[in-house]
């Protein structure tokens, strides 16, 4: 379980490829304390620290991963948030966040606002019932709250500290994101549904 606060950029040094699924090398300030078998939040995605040198981690995203989420793309020089799972003690910032991907998102428009920066992103239809005006999301990992809600699409208001601090400040329009809704939201769904 994480929050969707950014504790670290990383930055993808290598990518190989082994039958259907990817391993990617990863430097960040927070790696050389990772521990073999320790969940790590990678642009929302929960995947398992397998090996650390130094400064370096290793993981590895199965196939199931590499077709639900946007690391399909990644390649070495790649920016990934980084945060570490939830501690009992630690204060939730966030919102509740698993670091499993429901879908992708794609970056529709980018708007700089003198001093903080709207970003407009377009979603998959079917998850429309999960996206609400100031609800939570998960994007790339960040905790953020939803505005200006349509049938396919949403905004998000960047602060100048998340901008500088996550890899939002590298998104282009058209980019691909990792999407996580609200899991409250996605259990409510399901009760109220009847399926």
Known sequence: MFTGIIESLGHVTEVSESGSNKTFWIESPLSSSFKIDQSIAHDGVCLTVEEVRENH???????ETLRKTALHQWKPGKEV????????AKRLDGHFVQGHVDATGI???????NGSHEFT???PKK???LVIEKGSISLNGISLTIFDVKKNTFKVAIIPYTFGHTNLQFLK???EVNLEFDIIGKYIAKITSGK
Do not use: G, M, W, Y
Request: aromatic residues 10%; proline residues 3%; negative net charge.
């Open 127 to 129: 998850f429309a019932s």
């Open 173 to 175: 329009e058209d980019d």
């Open 57 to 63: 981690h290793r993981v590895t995203a199965v196939a």
């Open 81 to 88: 948030n980084l945060e570490q799972s939830l501690l009992p």
């Open 121 to 123: 992103f377009h979603f």
């Open 107 to 113: 970056c529709k428009k980018i708007k700089d606002e």
